[in-house]
C-alpha cells in the first residue's frame, strides 16, 4: 500500500488525538496545582516524552500494564465516592434531571432553556436519529465503522497484537479489553454526570462570562466535571491517588501514540524517502518525529480547547469521524476482496482524506459554534452529524476504492496468500509485493557500522542509548533468522486455549448486547 496518505492519515489522527489527551491531562494539573496551562502541558510532555523516546515500545507496554490497575483501582474508589455522595443510583437519575445552573441569563443573550437543560433522553443509550446529541443510527453504524479503524487498523493497537507470544495471547488480550471497555460508563460518564449535580453552576454553565469566570473558558466547563469531582470530593490521601491515576492515564494513551506515530513515520513515509536508510537512521528519524510531533499537538492544544463547544468527548469522536472511515473502508476491502489493489487502496485513501479534511478545515474555520451562539459553517458541509458524515465519507471510500480498482490490473494470488479471506488456508508460500525493496532495507540495516562500545566517546554511547541504538546481543545466522522469522509467523493455537477464547468472545458479546438493551 503506498505510504503517503496512509500515513498521513494516521499520523494528522495522531496529532488531534495527542491535542485532546494533553489537553485533558492539562486541565487536571492546572486545577490540582494552580499552574498555567501551558506550564502543565510542558510537565506532561516532559516526563512522558522522556520514558518514551528513550525506552521506545517495551517501556510503553511495561507502564502500560502497570497503571492499568492504578486506573482500575482509582477510578473504582471515585465511583463509590461519588454514588454515595449523590445518594445512590435511583437518586441520581432524579437530581441529573433537576442540575439547572442558577446563572442562564447574561450578556444580552436570549438563551433557551434546551441550552442548560438536561437532555430527556440523557439516560438513554439510542437517541432521536435527528435531535439527538448522538443520533442512534450513527451510533450503532457510525461507531462501528470508527471501530473498524481504530481496533482492527489503527497502529496503537496493532503494534501492541504482533508483540504477542502467540495468537492465544493476542486473542485474550482483545478480549480483555473488550471487557474493560464496558467500564468506562460506570467509572467515568456517570462520576461526570454526578459532578453536574454536584457543582451544576461550574460544570453546566452555559452564559460565557460565568464559564469565563469558572474556568477560563467562554465556550463551557463540561471538560473540568470529572477532574472537579476529583478535586472536591475525595479525601486528601486519595486525592493524590487519583492524580497518579489521572495522570497515568494520560501519559499512558500519549507514550502509545508517540511511539506508533513515530513507526508508521520511519516505516510507511521515511523509507519511500530513503530507501537504502540503515537501521540507525531510522530508529534516530523515528525519534525525532516524536519530538516534532509533541510540538505540533502542543500548537493543536488552542483548537481542541474551543471545538465542539468545549466538548471534548465530541471533539474526540468528530475528528475521527472525519479521518478514520477511509482507512477503515480499505482495511475491511482488503480482508474480504481480493480484487482490491494498490491503486484502489491508494486513491480510496486520498479522495476520502481530502472530503474528511474539507469537513475538519471548515469547522476550526467557521467553529462547531454553541446552543447560545451557533456556527456560520455552510449547512452543505457542516448540517450533517459528525457520526453520519463518518458513514457517508465510508462508503464514499469504499466507491472509490472499488471503481480505481477494478479499472486497474488485479494483485496476482502469489502475493496474496493467507493476507485475505479467500486464500486464508493457502499454505502455498507468499512472494510479497515490495520484497526486493525488503531485501535493500536488510541490507542497509547490515551494513550498519560495527563501532564497538569502547570506541565511543561519553557523548556519542548517551546519544546512541537514548535511540535505542546499543548492541542487543550476538548476530544471528541465516538458519536462526529463518527459525525465528517461522516462529514469529507462527498462527497455530492449542485447541484447548482456542476454544476458551472462543468462548469468552461470545460471553463478551452478549454482555455487551445486554448492556445496550438495557440502557437503550
Known amino acids: 500500500m503506498p505510504g503517503l496518505p496512509f500515513g498521513f492519515g494516521f499520523c494528522s489522527s495522531f496529532s488531534s ?25 510542558f510537565i506532561l510532555l516532559a516526563i512522558t516524552a522522556f520514558y518514551t523516546v528513550a525506552g521506545g515500545l517495551a517501556s510503553v507496554i511495561y507502564t502500560d500494564s502497570v497503571q492499568t490497575f492504578i486506573m482500575l483501582l482509582g477510578s473504582l474508589i471515585l465511583m463509590g465516592f461519588a454514588f454515595a455522595e449523590v445518594g445512590g443510583y435511583e437518586s441520581f437519575t432524579e437530581k441529573y434531571m433537576n442540575a439547572i445552573p442558577s446563572v442562564v441569563e447574561g450578556d444580552n443573550l436570549t438563551i433557551s432553556p434546551k441550552c442548560y437543560t438536561p437532555q430527556p433522553d440523557s439516560f438513554h443509550v439510542f437517541r432521536d436519529p435527528v435531535t439527538g446529541d448522538i443520533p442512534w443510527p450513527g451510533l450503532i453504524f457510525g461507531m462501528t465503522i470508527l471501530a473498524i479503524w481504530y481496533w482492527c487498523a489503527d497502529q496503537v493497537i496493532v503494534q501492541r497484537c504482533l508483540c504477542g507470544k502467540n495468537m492465544s495471547h493476542v486473542k485474550a488480550a482483545c478480549i480483555l479489553c473488550g471487557y474493560l471497555k464496558l467500564l468506562p460508563m460506570f467509572l467515568m460518564v456517570m462520576p461526570g454526570m454526578i459532578s453536574r449535580i454536584l457543582y451544576t453552576d461550574k460544570v453546566a454553565c452555559v452564559v460565557p462570562s460565568e464559564c469565563e469566570k469558572q474556568c477560563g473558558t467562554a465556550v463551557g466547563c463540561t471538560n473540568y466535571a470529572y477532574p472537579t469531582l476529583v478535586l472536591e470530593l475525595m479525601p486528601d490521601g486519595l486525592r493524590g491517588l487519583m492524580l497518579s491515576v489521572m ?104 479522495v476520502g482524506l481530502v472530503v474528511g479534511l474539507i469537513r475538519l478545515i471548515a469547522e476550526f474555520v467557521y467553529g462547531t459554534g454553541s446552543c447560545v451562539a451557533p456556527s456560520n459553517c455552510p449547512k452543505i458541509i457542516c448540517g450533517v452529524h459528525y457520526m453520519y458524515f463518518a458513514i457517508i465519507l465510508f462508503f464514499v471510500s469504499i466507491i472509490v476504492i472499488l471503481g480505481v480498482s477494478f479499472l486497474t490490473e ?40 560495527e563501532d564497538s562500545e569502547q570506541s565511543r566517546g561519553c557523548l556519542k554511547r548517551a546519544c546512541c542509548l537514548l535511540c535505542g541504538l546499543q548492541n542487543t546481543g550476538p548476530k544471528l545466522t541465516k538458519e536462526e533468522e529463518a527459525a525465528l522469522r517461522q516462529k514469529f509467523s507462527d498462527t497455530s493455537e492449542k485447541p484447548l486455549w482456542r476454544t476458551v477464547m472462543n468462548i469468552n468472545a461470545v460471553l463478551l458479546l452478549g454482555v455487551a448486547v445486554f448492556v445496550h438493551a438495557y440502557f437503550a
Open 410 to 449: 488485479p494483485i496476482p494470488d502469489v502475493h496474496l496468500y493467507r493476507l485475505c479471506w479467500s486464500l486464508w488456508n493457502n499454505t502455498e508460500e507468499r512472494i510479497d509485493l515490495d520484497a526486493e525493496e525488503l531485501e535493500t532495507q536488510e541490507e542497509a540495516g547490515g551494513a550498519l557500522e
Open 247 to 350: 495522570l497515568a492515564s494520560l501519559m499512558s494513551s500519549l507514550t502509545s501514540i508517540f511511539n506508533s506515530a513515530s513507526t508508521l513515520f520511519t516505516i510507511d513515509l521515511y523509507t519511500k524517502i530513503r530507501k537504502k536508510a540503515s537501521e540507525r537512521e531510522l530508529m534516530i528519524a523515528g525519534r525525532i518525529f516524536g519530538m516534532v510531533l509533541i510540538a505540533v499537538s502542543i500548537l493543536w492544544v488552542p483548537l481542541v480547547q474551543v471545538s465542539q463547544n468545549g466538548q471534548l468527548f465530541h471533539y474526540i469522536g468528530s475528528v475521527s469521524s472525519y479521518l478514520g472511515p477511509p482507512l477503515g473502508a480499505v482495511f475491511m476491502l482488503a480482508i474480504f476482496f481480493k480484487r482490491v489493489n494498490e491503486q484502489g487502496a491508494f486513491w480510496g485513501l486520498m
Open 17 to 41: 488525538w495527542e491535542g485532546s489527551i494533553i489537553f485533558s491531562g492539562a486541565i487536571f494539573i492546572q486545577l490540582a496545582l494552580g499552574l498555567n496551562l501551558y506550564l502543565a502541558v
